[in-house]
């Protein structure tokens, strides 16, 4: 009876611990992470976030971003926008660091948001904790973007590609 029990134990032991750690394999969830780098000059230029599905969904209205309201510019975890030198964003300086990165849209102008906030959940956020912000215009992508990505050009372009649209704005060396 005690070696049943001994066994039935285990089992149980052995089964939630295989449970957590597959919990903690990020590439299983439903919108996976991802992560888009490149060198800029001498300055690293990394975007770390998760990449939702449209899904047949209607962005603005059924996913985000919509109208006004800030989107975490990913899924999961807050989008996390990193340099390892000062640059210039759309002709504003952003010191080295990490930082949360949000969107928050008013029609066609795309307002990027650079957060002192960069290791939270979801869209945390609080306005005061604003490192920068500048906006650019959005328009028509190219090809459908199913799944949210992101890319850097080495000249320092970076484009958020969602759905059917596609905005981007410019990081310099300082």
Do not use: H
Not at 90 to 103: D, H, I, N, S, W
Not at 138 to 146: D, H, I, L, W, Y
Not at 164 to 169: G, I
Request: glycine letters at 8%; aromatic letters at 10%; proline letters at 3%.
């Amino acid at each position: 009876m005690k070696y049943l029990f001994s066994i039935s134990l285990f089992s149980m032991l052995l089964l939630a611990g295989l449970n957590s750690c597959a919990q903690r394999d990020k590439s299983k969830r439903p919108s996976p992470p991802a992560t888009a780098t490149q060198k800029v000059g001498e300055t690293t230029v990394t975007i770390n976030y998760s990449q939702p599905s449209v899904k047949g969904r209607v962005i603005g209205k059924d996913l985000e971003p919509k109208d006004g309201q800030v989107w975490r510019a990913g899924a999961n975890e807050a989008t996390v926008f990193e340099i390892d030198k000062d640059v210039l964003v759309e002709g504003k300086t952003l010191p080295a660091g990490k930082y949360g990165f949000y969107v928050l849209v008013t029609g066609d102008v795309w307002n990027m948001i650079f957060s002192k906030t960069w290791d939270t959940w979801g869209t945390n956020y609080n306005e005061n904790d604003d490192m920068l912000r500048v906006s650019v215009k959005s328009g028509k992508a190219a090809v459908f973007a199913e799944k949210l990505s992101y890319s850097i050009s080495a000249e320092g372009q970076v484009s958020l590609l969602w759905g059917d649209t596609e905005t981007s704005f410019s990081v310099k060396e300082k």
